[in-house]
């Protein structure tokens, strides 16, 4: 395991140099792996496994769009696509990918096939962790681990495609085989991932949901939001506030980001932006910084986890959340991105 220094903190990776394809296929070669769930994880760490040689199959629900979608992409009924209760009987490594509040109606089901010797796998701390309100509570002779692509599984299986690879962390709960490691790290590696962080159940599901509900996503679209208004109530057009609070972040700006860090980008602005950005970004922060600390607090003392599953139990809990999307895809600032989206040269015909 590579020990590397994050701005002075040493921390233990696994690289794809130390952990190589051919170890991942040799550690898993006799292995049943069974992904249950086809919805955003399960195609990209299904197909990314598939593509990688691993004897992976698919328990999804029959007569169900996501079962024909698995056929699509290539998996096979009978073969290498079952009924979810056949799939976690013939899988010797169940990885449970329904979404967070659906493990708990099917884990009753899912632990009669937990065997002695066999490994649950998860991408999320979210069931063990909260375990009093999910239920969640493992044999202790299966192995219990982890892997959690720090991206969208649209992106996992994109990039892999690319040639490139999401990173992931991994956690082991419990070791019962005393193969825990070699198979948590070999999956990680069989799913796509670039690298590996080492972390646990709670510090991964802490940081998760306080990461998706913060900057990469509530955050974010409260900050454009906010800004969007206050240039249009000061008499901008819809195109100029969209593009001075979205596009060129998106298009211009972040990518810099993403290449050579923040200073980088802003060295690459001018020394008017510069002069700006260095005295405001502080004043951000501060405004910001407890609604973060209240954010962490409710993630930490349940509170999150619970309205999750309150709210993703219900039974149309997709036509909620789908009513929820189409509100912030019809707002004006969504509806000037999408005529601003359809300039872009490259969707031009
Ligand atoms: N979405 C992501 O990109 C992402 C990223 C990292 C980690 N995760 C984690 O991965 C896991 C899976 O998340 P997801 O977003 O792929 O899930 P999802 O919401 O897309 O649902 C996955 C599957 O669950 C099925 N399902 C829902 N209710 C069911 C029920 N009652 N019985 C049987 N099947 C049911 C759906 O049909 C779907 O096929 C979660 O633990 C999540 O936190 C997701
Ligand atoms: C893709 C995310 C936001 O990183 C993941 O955590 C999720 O829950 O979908
Ligand atoms: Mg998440
Ligand atoms: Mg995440």
């Known amino acids: 395991m590579a020990k590397l220094n994050f701005g002075g903190v040493e921390e233990n990776v696994v690289t794809r140099e130390e952990f190589p394809l051919a170890k991942a296929q040799e550690v898993l070669k006799n292995e049943t792996v069974a992904v249950i769930g086809y919805g955003v994880q399960g195609p990209g760490q299904a197909l990314n496994q598939k593509d990688n040689g691993i004897n992976v199959i698919v328990g999804q629900r029959k007569n169900s769009k996501t079962w024909d979608k698995a056929i699509a992409d290539g998996f096979v009924p009978g073969e290498t696509l079952f009924e979810i209760e056949e799939a976690l009987q013939r899988g010797t490594i169940i990885c449970y990918l329904l979404s967070d509040a659906a493990q708990i109606a099917l884990w009753p089901t899912v632990q009669k096939h937990l065997t002695p010797g066999k490994a649950l796998y998860f991408s999320h701390g979210f069931g063990i962790t909260f375990n009093e309100q999910t239920g969640i509570v493992p044999p202790k002779d299966v192995d219990v681990f982890l892997v959690a692509p720090k991206g969208s599984g649209t992106s996992l299986r994109r990039m892999f495609l690319q040639g490139r690879g999401l990173n992931s962390s991994y956690a082991i709960f419990q070791d019962a085989t005393g193969k825990a490691k070699e198979r948590v790290i070999a999956l990680g590696i069989a799913v ?158």
Request: hydrophobic share 30%; with cysteine; proline share 3%.
């Open 192 to 349: 796509g991932s670039g690298y590996l962080f080492e972390t646990d159940f709670r510090k991964e599901v802490y940081s998760d949901l306080t990461g998706e509900r913060g900057t990469l996503m509530g955050a974010i679209q409260g900050i454009f939001a906010a800004q969007y208004q206050v240039l249009r109530d000061k008499g901008h057009t819809p195109s100029e506030a969209f593009n001075e609070t979205v596009e060129e972040l998106t298009q211009s700006l972040m990518p810099l980001v993403a290449e050579n860090g923040m200073d980088w980008m802003y060295a690459n602005c001018s020394t008017t932006a510069q002069r700006g950005a260095l005295d405001w970004w502080k004043k951000f922060r501060d405004a910001t910084a407890p609604v973060f600390k209240d954010l962490y607090e409710s993630v930490a003392t349940g509170k999150e986890s619970q309205r999750s599953i309150d709210s993703n139990s219900q039974t149309d809990y997709r036509e909620k959340l789908d009513a929820e999307l189409k509100e912030l895809r019809e707002s004006e600032m969504w509806q000037a991105g999408k005529t601003v989206r359809s300039l872009r040269p490259e969707n031009q015909k």
